[in-house]
């Protein structure tokens, strides 16, 4: 079974620049999550999709944080402008169901602001 | 609200050592809990989960909790440490069964041989 894909791994931008994240969940998986994790802390979520409908987005930046899932399956993440303090692992996640099921993470997108 | 405060940002034991990281949470409904591992460049991957039911689980790669409710603890136990369990841990808890995880500050073990 393929897991959660996630591209690209790397990404170096330059402040007030923008940046976009791509994720493709489990297939099958209705549930897809994206978590910022700021180096030396633990995943925080941003935002959470329930096919193509958002769920939960109170802790996205919507000043400059953007995220969709048109057609429930993958979904596109991105940050316009970037800050020195976005530089993080993006993480995404995705689950069968959003309810009592394991989330299958990808290995992430390390951005880099400079 | 929930939080998740995991005590000792970095731990380190002998190879064929106790392996203890501790973790404390709040919440104020029942908390499902879980254990994350991950290794460098790497997502998270599920050790182990408490939902209802038995407060002792055991996950894998011999890893093991103890859902305490009356110290709001989900402390993470292996016996026996191995070099190749030298990674991050993340305690993480969420409310009705829902898999908004909250996750805490991660322990980072270092197995010396």
């Known amino acids: 079974e393929a897991g959660v894909a996630q591209s690209p791994r790397y990404k170096i931008i330059e402040k007030r620049q923008s940046v976009a994240f791509w994720c493709n969940p489990i297939s099958g998986h209705a549930t897809l999550y994206w978590y910022q994790q700021i180096l030396g802390q633990g995943p925080k979520l941003l935002i959470q999709f329930q096919n193509n409908g958002v769920v939960d987005d109170s802790q996205l930046p919507k000043d400059r944080f953007s995220a969709e899932r048109l057609k429930g399956v993958d979904s596109t993440l991105k940050i316009q402008p970037a800050k020195l303090e976005d530089s993080a692992v993006y993480l995404c996640?995705?689950?069968?169901?959003?309810?009592?099921?394991?989330?299958?993470f990808g290995q992430g997108t390390r951005l880099t602001v400079v | 609200a929930q939080s998740v405060t995991q005590l000792g940002s970095h731990v380190s034991v002998s190879e064929g050592a106790l392996v203890l990281l501790r973790c404390n949470y709040s919440?104020?409904?029942?908390?499902?809990l879980f254990w994350y591992v991950q290794y460098p460049n790497q997502g998270l991957q599920l050790l182990l989960k408490?939902?209802?039911?038995?407060?002792l689980v055991k996950g894998i790669n011999g890893f093991e909790a103890e859902f305490k409710k009356s110290e709001t603890s989900f402390h993470l136990t292996k016996p026996s440490a191995h070099m190749s369990d030298a990674a991050e841990y993340f305690c993480?808890?969420?409310?009705?069964?829902?898999?908004?995880?909250?996750f805490g500050g991660g322990t980072r073990l270092m197995v010396k041989p």
């Open positions: 996640a995705s689950s069968l169901t959003s309810m009592n099921t394991e989330a299958f």
């Open positions: 993480a808890v969420t409310r009705n069964a829902g898999n908004m995880l909250t």
């Open positions: 919440s104020s409904v029942p908390p499902y």
């Open positions: 408490y939902t209802t039911g038995a407060t």
